[in-house]
């Protein structure tokens, strides 16, 4: 069936660096692709998100890329903040349904 | 947050009680869904809804069944909880027309089977 894979699943920087966090789908047909940030004890929440008629799109300091070729998607965060520590997903959405990746727990070290 | 609701946000039941989980929008969206949160799988679909009486499996759905009577109500029921459905519970709407497909999700329902 579908899915998303997601990695690493863990990921530790310095305050200031940056973080990327790679996903790869199997539905060609997907096409759209959010990513979600989740604090500890809350909802996830639309942080950016990308379609597939885009390769690269950028809000401040998150950007995400796309290559439908080799169905890949990334989520960059540039000069991480200690707020931006957080698990994050990313998903594909197919026909009706949302396939979201296992999760990334990012620490941004001050 | 969009007009999502949950009820109830915590419960505590037994292995082997029926369970019913509500959610609620307000936002008059067409798509409707319920996840599972566990640690190391993520958010995994047990269904959806994509019109009133009209819902679907995820990859989840075994031991668990919804109903969707009108627009604005989805409930996820557990028939005989088991203990391996302890878990947190996401409900999520969407638009999905045209250029939306943008997906919000309720504060979540954490349930405990003993």
């Known amino acids: 069936g579908e899915n998303v894979e997601q990695h690493p699943s863990t990921l530790s920087v310095q305050e200031g660096d940056s973080a990327v966090i790679k996903c790869t789908y199997s539905?060609?047909?997907?096409?759209?692709f959010p990513w979600y940030k989740q604090e500890l004890g809350k909802r996830p929440q639309l942080i950016i998100d990308?379609?597939?008629?885009?390769g690269e799109k950028k809000d401040q300091r998150i950007a995400v890329t796309l290559n439908k070729t080799a169905k890949h998607f990334s989520l960059h965060i540039t000069e991480t903040q200690p707020e931006d520590s957080a698990v994050y997903f990313c998903?594909?959405?197919?026909?009706?349904?949302?396939?979201f990746g296992t999760g990334t727990r990012l620490k941004v070290l001050a | 947050d969009a007009g999502i609701t949950q009820s109830p946000r915590h419960k505590v039941t037994e292995t082997g009680t029926p369970v019913t989980l509500r959610c609620h929008q307000t936002?008059?969206?067409?798509?409707m869904y319920w996840y599972r949160q566990d640690p190391g799988h993520g958010l995994r679909l047990i269904h959806y809804?994509?019109?009133?009486?009209?819902?679907d499996k995820g990859e989840v759905s075994d031991g668990y069944s919804v109903s969707r009577s009108k627009t604005e109500d989805f409930l996820l029921t557990l028939e005989s909880a088991t203990s391996s459905q302890t878990s947190v519970y996401f409900c999520?709407?969407?638009?999905?027309?045209?250029?939306?497909?943008?997906?919000?999700f309720g504060p979540g329902t954490r349930l405990t089977v003993l």
């Open positions: 999520a709407i969407s638009e999905s027309t045209g250029s939306v497909d943008e997906q919000f």
């Open positions: 539905d060609s047909a997907s096409n759209y």
């Open positions: 990308i379609r597939s008629n885009v």
């Open positions: 998903a594909a959405l197919g026909t009706y349904k949302y396939i």
């Open positions: 936002e008059n969206h067409r798509y």
């Open positions: 809804s994509y019109g009133v009486k009209d819902t």
